[in-house]
């Protein structure tokens, strides 16, 4: 069964923190949000942070992804696999407990602190080491 994003309480809370490599960047270059207020980078490897958290490539007025057509496969897959379950929905597309949702937003932060902190360094934008 398919997850009903429209049914959201968070309004995409799945479309957060994203790392893309350069090339698909420049690629969409076009796409990405205006106001992120950090850029951080390893390598090929790119994050643009914003106050909210968000994807780069959310539309913060529709909530809609810019490039759904060629979204990462963990965009697919965020909702479905054991280690990136949705918060709100489980896979039948029933609705979560709230401890339940409490526990997999803590997971998910754990994880997504984890990598940060082992992937990436921050950078100014004016591309000097904070």
Known sequence: MKIDCSKCPDNQECCGIMIFD?????ENINKIEDGFIQVIQKGDM???LYEDSRCCFLDRKTRLCKIYDKRPQVCKDYGYLEKLPCPFFKKSGARRSPASQTKIERM????????????????NLNNQES
Request: hydrophobic residues 35%; aromatic residues 8%; glycine residues 4%.
């Open 22 to 26: 350069s090339g698909f960047l420049e």
């Open 46 to 48: 790119i994050h643009y």
């Open 108 to 123: 998910i932060d754990k994880q997504v602190d984890i990598s940060l902190k082992n992937n990436l360094q921050p950078k």
